[in-house]
């Protein structure tokens, strides 16, 4: 049987754990000296509180390669054929933690370790793909190839409400921030090539939403897409940029969850993000 494999980067819609039976990995979350576990220890609801109410900048860290193992051990037999999906490998160790975990278990688990170059519910799509070529019969080194060939289809889109979580996280310098702080502009950021750029900014949030639609469009024009919409503690942003994507495109189907505790750590609060995926 195949076992379809991701972690805590990737914003799996609730109700798609059960549908195409994905498990996830979960990554660690540090507020100081205090860890917690991500959704066993730490919801997205205890993250926000936390944040609010602890001076401390969060971190996370990758699952470590032990942890990868004991989870392969804990969930799966010897027969099943795993197929791991990761974050990005250009900006998490977590996909180097299931490479050394698959090696360590060589000869005992089948497990093939996949890098989708992206996050958030980019991955999240993948798997959904994964589960549903296995369901049609296809062998693991199939559904690899078409993943490949879906990797640099998948487009992730944010903007951001503040430069201040992407300055302390290092993705942004100290100047900059500062000045679209003074500014009051909304940075524009795109997953590409397993990498953050930021890539524009604008004055409002409704001109940022505009932004990045416009920027979507631009990558897949009229295609039939698969359209998932991401929060960071910003419900109403989130919608708003929902209902303009089913404005704006040939939607397959649209989904619509919080973002990832990872990469809101980096982005900030307030944070929205729009992700398009080739409908088969």
Not at 83 to 89: D, F, P, Y
Not at 270 to 277: D, F, H, M, R
């Amino acid at each position: 049987m195949l076992r379809i494999v991701t972690d805590g980067a990737a914003d799996v819609p609730a109700a798609w754990e059960k549908e195409y039976d994905i498990s996830i990995v979960p990554i660690n979350i540090h507020f100081g000296e205090k860890t917690f576990i991500q959704f066993e220890e730490m919801d997205f609801a205890s993250f926000y509180r936390e944040v609010s109410a602890n001076k401390t900048f969060p971190k996370t860290s990758q699952p470590s390669p032990h942890q990868f193992a004991e989870f392969y051990k804990k969930n799966f037999s010897k027969d099943d054929d795993i197929l791991s999906i990761h974050v990005t490998s250009k900006l998490s160790g977590t996909y180097a933690s299931c490479v050394s975990a698959a090696e360590e278990l060589k000869g005992e688990y089948k497990i093939v370790p996949f890098d989708s170059a992206g996050g958030s519910m980019g991955i999240a799509f993948m798997c959904r793909t994964a589960r549903q070529l296995a369901n049609a019969g296809k062998s693991v080194d199939e559904i690899v190839k078409r993943l490949e060939e879906l990797r640099p289809q998948t487009h992730v889109i944010l903007t951001l409400d503040t430069l201040e979580y992407a300055r302390r996280s290092g993705r942004v310098g100290t100047l900059s921030a500062a000045l679209a702080s003074i500014l009051n502009v909304k940075p524009i950021a795109r997953l590409q090539d397993g990498l953050v750029h930021m890539v524009d900014k604008v004055r409002t949030r409704k001109n940022a939403i505009a932004r990045v639609i416009e920027m979507g469009k631009a990558e897949v024009g009229n295609a039939p897409v698969h359209v998932g919409v991401v929060h960071a503690n910003d419900e109403q942003s989130g919608k708003m940029l929902m209902e303009e994507a089913r404005k704006n495109f040939n939607v397959k189907d649209i989904e619509f969850s919080d973002l990832t505790i990872s990469l809101a750590i980096n982005f900030g609060p307030g944070t929205v993000g729009l992700i398009l995926y080739p409908a088969e």
